[in-house]
């Protein structure tokens, strides 16, 4: 069973610029998660969809962060304008009502 | 409001030395008590996990045990191994309500040779 898929592996950006981040999870899972991860720390949930329906997204920076789940399988997530605290990895997860798998991560540095 | 404490923030054990991470939290209402390895460029992989209706749970070297009236559970690394080097993250969720996940600050671990 192939795993949980993001791309790019790493991006590097210049603040006030856009990017924008691609997940594709483990198939037939119908809950994907997307997680800030700051250098030093845990991850951070930063927005959560069942399908294609957003769950908890208490925490997602609305005013600069996107995401969508359009068809209920592969997400993207959005950053515009970036700014130099946006500098984490962005981890995208993926279950199917139990345990939680991760991505490889997408390794973003803001300068 | 960190709702999940994690200590020590490292460690270093030496090679077949037990591994012990300990992790306390305020949400009564978390019912789903994971623990994660994680290895530098690489995300966090499932270690092993608990429940709160058992006090244990044991995979191979990697033994959980947890205290529901403390709030507290630790993970414990036996025979440790110079490859158990990672950062370790404790986390705990609401799972039946299909809640994320709230992790820890993490334990990295250094096992020398």
């Not at chain 1, 069973?1 to 592996?9: D, K, L, M, N, T």
């Not at chain 1, 700051?38 to 930063?46: F, N």
């Not at chain 2, 300990?22 to 019912?31: G, I, K, R, V």
Request: proline content about 5%; aromatic content about 10%.
């Amino acid at each position: 069973e192939a795993g949980v898929a993001q791309s790019p592996r790493y991006k590097i950006i210049e603040k006030r610029q856009s990017v924008a981040f691609w997940c594709n999870p483990i198939s037939g899972h119908a809950t994907l998660y997307w997680y800030q991860q700051i250098l030093g720390q845990g991850p951070k949930l930063l927005i959560q969809f069942q399908n294609n329906g957003v769950v908890d997204d208490s925490q997602l920076p609305k005013d600069r962060f996107s995401a969508e789940r359009l068809k209920g399988v592969d997400s993207t997530l959005k950053i515009q304008p970036a700014k130099l605290e946006d500098s984490a990895v962005y981890l995208c997860a993926s279950s199917r009502g139990g345990a939680q798998y991760f991505g490889p991560g997408t390794r973003l540095l803001v300068l | 409001q960190q709702q999940v404490k994690q200590s020590p923030q490292s460690l270093i054990v030496q090679k077949g030395g037990i591994s012990i991470i300990n992790c306390a939290y305020e949400n009564t209402a978390f019912d789903y008590f994971p623990w994660y390895q994680q290895f530098p460029g690489k995300g966090p992989a499932l270690l092993i996990a608990i429940r709160p209706d058992v006090s244990e749970k044991k995979e191979g070297r990697f033994t959980i045990s947890f205290n529901k009236s403390a709030k507290q559970f630790s993970l414990h690394i036996m025979d440790s191994q110079p490859g158990d080097s990672a950062t370790y993250f404790c986390a705990a969720s609401k799972n039946q309500a299909g809640t994320a996940l709230i992790f820890g600050k993490g334990t990295t671990l250094s096992v020398s040779s």
